[in-house]
């Protein structure tokens, strides 16, 4: 989305720490290891979900999809692939919101 901030991401007049670019790429990234399948496939779906409402901010999901996926990680109640679906969401959204951390 191109934005008087350049190529950078603009939600709600928040602007965002990634570029439109650089959700593109790491978007494909996770296309990528879900195309690999296996062990991590969860993890996977929830990082991609999370990168998603990250990015887009309020207009993915609702506010309370965004606390079910939250939640996730920690449920003691639940089996390893919805943990790992939370655990995967949470760095996702905190990538997006980071632009990995930097």
Known sequence: MRSEHGDV?????????????????EALRVKTFLGVGGKDADYWVGYARGLRRGYHGERF??????????????????????????????????YATTKGGA
């Open 61 to 94: 999901g609702s506010a309370a999809e965004h606390a079910v996926w939250m939640r996730l990680a920690d449920e003691k109640d639940t089996d390893q692939s919805r943990r790992d679906r939370g655990r995967g969401y949470r760095e996702g959204l905190a």
């Open 9 to 25: 991401h603009v939600t709600e007049g928040k602007r965002h720490a990634m570029t439109e670019t650089e959700f593109q790429r």
